[in-house]
């Protein structure tokens, strides 16, 4: 998540709205934050709040117009963003309207420990379906794709299917993607209600780490996982869902890919998508992070085995988070920008590189232990 700072003026509890740099109709003013606006005071008291990137003086006439100033980084925004503001200054940025990888965050809380996970879990976190639920109506209805992450977002209960319902309604033509360690929907009737809300274009992603219940329970940190989350696949798809497996490439898994992929293939050839992804070395990956690297070179021939083996099979195949000079060029048709942009960054190694523009580039967390790998393209 992409987060700004400012010094805050009147803003008493935190709020959630868009952001324009330009004037709105008076009737949109209450969902809209204006950006570095020169109104007179009178119309800003129409808006949500005002947020300017130079320092102001004092109060500067803003009265009780919830204003932040001298905010660093305003040119990152976009009219279309949806931000959320608070009473200490920082400015979250929960959706940026020019970007392809949005996503609703739906808890952090989750059911399993794995070895390589990028996201804490906050102890003292409270419900965000409340937040989530004003956030969605503020999305773009062009919104091409948007993903349903944590944590583990079954947790949220009902909650979740609540969420899907309102992107239902109010994003109809947006596909969306929900990130899942797979385990609830081992569940038959958890399962049977979440089909029931006959989302049109809906995909669950779903991670497997081994072809048996040793290797992926010990990625997961969690006994009984690679039992629930394969029940959970067959389930998901006796209800006809879309399903793609996703399995992150490192040092406990780099070995048993082709073993991964001929499993998939012998059991669940009804699966959408298979993506191999890059490691992000941030938070539990970064402290475990000399059990989980392995070399490009090293892992790279696992990788290449792998997808011909699937493709040989007519299954569809990505890969995600892996730059491209790391990749024999005949892999890089299978490569994608998958890197969310506000964590997303090249080396400047990469300058010069003559296929900078097709390539995924870096978790900027991980762009020290990439960097000694990258040979730019020229």
Known sequence: M???????????????????????????????VILDSSLPVKKLKDYAAVVFSQRLEGNS??????????????????????????????INVLYQIKSRHNLIFVTSKCDCHCIMCPQPVDENEESLTDLNLKLIPL????????ALTGGEPTLAGEDLFRLILVCKDFLSKTSLLLLTNGRKFSDFGYTRLFSSLRHPDITIGIPLYGDNDLEHDAVMGSKGAFNETVMGIINLASFGNQIEIRTVVHN????????????????????????????????????????????????????????????????????????????????????????????????TKC??????????GMFDSGIDIYRKYLKPIH
């Open 139 to 146: 999305i773009s209805k062009e919104t091409q794709e948007l």
């Open 61 to 90: 006439g803003a009265n009780e117009i919830p204003v932040i100033h001298h905010v660093q980084g305003t040119e990152s925004l976009s009219d279309g963003d949806v931000i959320e503001i608070f009473p200490d200054g920082r």
């Open 2 to 32: 992409l987060t700004l700072y400012g010094i805050p003026i009147n803003v008493k509890e935190s709020l959630l709205a868009k952001v324009s740099r330009s004037e709105v109709k008076k009737e949109e003013g209450s969902q809209t």
């Open 351 to 360: 300058i010069e590189c003559s296929v900078k523009g097709k390539c995924s």
């Open 252 to 347: 406990l898994t780099y070995n048993k890919l082709l073993r991964i992929s001929d499993f998939i293939y012998r059991n669940m050839t009804f699966v959408r998508h298979i993506a191999f992804m890059g490691l992000e070395v941030i938070d539990r990956a970064r402290k475990n992070v000399g059990l989980l690297w392995v070399e490009p070179d090293k892992f790279v021939p696992y990788l290449e085995e792998s997808i011909h083996y699937l493709i040989q099979r007519g299954m569809k195949v990505s890969i995600y988070n892996i730059p491209l000079c790391l990749l024999p060029d005949y892999l890089w048709g299978f490569a994608q920008k998958s890197i969310s942009d506000w964590k997303n960054l090249f080396d």
